[in-house]
């Protein structure tokens, strides 16, 4: 999420959702970017979690629908896509830092984990929850990335350069088409639909999209 452009704001008014949760990367890449969370519902609870690698983050709220308790919890994992023993530990702090939420309660995990449902990372989370999309459909969507961005790749090519890394196109993953998007839920809830949205571009021709990911969308009843 874009931080400079104030991306959140704008998402808060446009989609009538006026409590919001912008937990910005660590170091100087906190200025420019990060992830959110947009409710209706007052925040119980807002808690943030340094992932430890490339400055990723993750975070989770509480709110309480209709006497319930919910913990929504938000996560961006590390990049390039592939197996990676840096992704599965960001994984098991993960994991360790829900887990020590007292009481039980039903939550909802999504994320970019920028890698497929058969790397060991997702299967981590797949012992522990559910994924809304696969309880669904019996199966992961197709992809959930890449989109048709112009320039994608050449573009990501400077940024990694810059940040002090050798790169060539060819060392690329991001046009191998893939699940790399997830809305994981615990035994605590009962999901009734998944979908994937936001795949299809502003207009007919054009090649502006929401994201540079589709995004997955889900509803939920407590169980």
């Known amino acids: 999420m874009n931080i400079p452009g104030r991306v959140l704001e704008w998402l808060s008014g446009e989609l009538e959702m006026p409590h919001t949760f912008l937990t910005p990367k660590t170091g100087a890449a906190g200025k420019l970017e990060g992830i959110g969370i947009l409710s209706r519902h007052p925040f119980l609870e ?5 992932l430890r690698h490339q400055n990723r983050v993750a975070q989770f709220v509480e709110v309480e629908i209709e006497g319930n308790r919910l913990v929504l ?37 999504c994320g970019d984990y920028n890698t497929t449902p058969d790397s060991t990372s ?6 522990r929850f ?18 048709p961005l112009p320039h994608a790749k050449s ?8 940040m ?15 699940t790399l998007d997830y809305i994981f ?3 605590r809830l009962k999901v009734i639909d998944a979908r994937v949205v936001f795949d299809q571009p502003k207009e007919e021709g054009s090649d502006i999209y929401p994201s540079d990911h589709y995004g997955l969308a889900g509803e939920f009843e407590f169980a």
């Open 73 to 109: 919890a938000n996560a961006h994992f590390y990049w390039p896509t592939g197996e990676s023993e840096i992704r599965q530990e960001q994984v098991d702090l993960l994991l360790d830092w829900l887990e020590a939420i007292p009481g039980d309660p039903p939550i909802l995990v």
């Open 122 to 127: 997702i299967k981590k989370m797949k012992q």
């Open 46 to 50: 807002r808690k943030e979690l340094d």
């Open 164 to 178: 002090g890394g050798q790169f060539k196109l060819g060392d690329l993953a991001i046009n191998i088409p893939g």
């Open 185 to 187: 839920f615990n035994d």
């Open 155 to 162: 573009f990501l090519v400077e940024i990694l350069s810059e």
């Open 130 to 147: 559910k994924s809304a999309y696969e309880a669904v459909h019996g199966e992961e969507p197709e992809k959930t990335n890449p989109i």
